[in-house]
């Protein structure tokens, strides 16, 4: 009888190791699958930050082209008023 009992003791404490070693298993894989989850979201969320930045890049550089051409405008527009204003002396040096 005590042999009996041995191994039905050893039989269940081998049947609790495999059972450990599963759930380790288990939580072991679920915590990759998670891990894979989270690095496709970090990964979608890099990708829609760098389409931002690409699209608020773009927009920077037409503000920077409509600077320039407000700024070269102004430019023209001063000059012709200089000219303007030469004139004006040559015809009137007086005023």
Request: proline share 1%; glycine share 2%; hydrophobic share 45%.
């Amino acid at each position: 009888m005590s042999t009996a009992l041995i191994v039905v003791i050893v039989a269940i404490v081998i049947l609790l190791l495999v059972l450990l070693a599963l759930s380790a298993s288990r939580k072991r894989a679920r915590a990759q699958r998670q891990g894979r989850v989270e690095a496709r979201a970090r990964g979608a969320e890099a990708e829609r930050r760098n389409a931002r930045a690409e699209e608020l890049e773009a927009e920077a550089e037409r503000f920077r082209r409509e600077a320039e051409r407000r700024a070269e405008a102004a430019d023209a527009e001063r000059s012709a008023a200089e000219s303007h204003a030469a004139r004006a002396r040559e015809v009137d040096p007086d005023s």
